[in-house]
């Protein structure tokens, strides 16, 4: 059993940054593809961005490409989105999942209720 605790969401200006943090409780942490979700209201979860379980490669939506950045320490179970030039779009809850069976590109395209964690998620505002 996996948990996630998404955290370091808030309120910022458009053009502003935040960093998200995703702390996974279990000692095979590095063993999960690990990506990041959205929702935002009356929409959707949709996908953002995956790395694979080293924290190699990654793949990000057309979206976000260029602003985001994913990055993951295995010494600490914790997975991060780095956000620079948030737009008023990109408010949103936003959730960490962890499958141990696909691989980070398959994130994208997995039915999200077969994807094995979730956070519970937490809140980006972005004002405009």
């Known amino acids: 059993q996996v948990q996630l605790v998404e955290s370091g969401g808030g309120l910022v200006q458009a053009g502003g940054s935040l960093r998200l943090s995703c702390a996974a409780s279990g000692r095979t942490f590095s063993s999960y593809a690990m990506g990041w979700f959205r929702q935002a209201p009356g929409k959707e979860r949709e996908f953002v961005v995956a790395?694979?379980?080293?924290?190699?490669?990654?793949y990000y939506v057309d979206s976000v490409r260029g602003r985001f950045t994913i990055s993951r320490d295995n010494a600490k179970n914790t997975v991060y989105l780095q956000m620079n030039s948030l737009k008023p779009e990109d408010t949103a809850v936003y959730y960490c999942a962890a499958d141990q069976a696909i691989t980070y590109q398959a994130m994208g395209v997995t039915p999200l209720r077969d994807l094995d964690y979730w956070g519970q998620g937490t809140q980006v505002t972005v004002s405009s």
């Open positions: 790395i694979s379980r080293r924290g190699g490669n990654t």
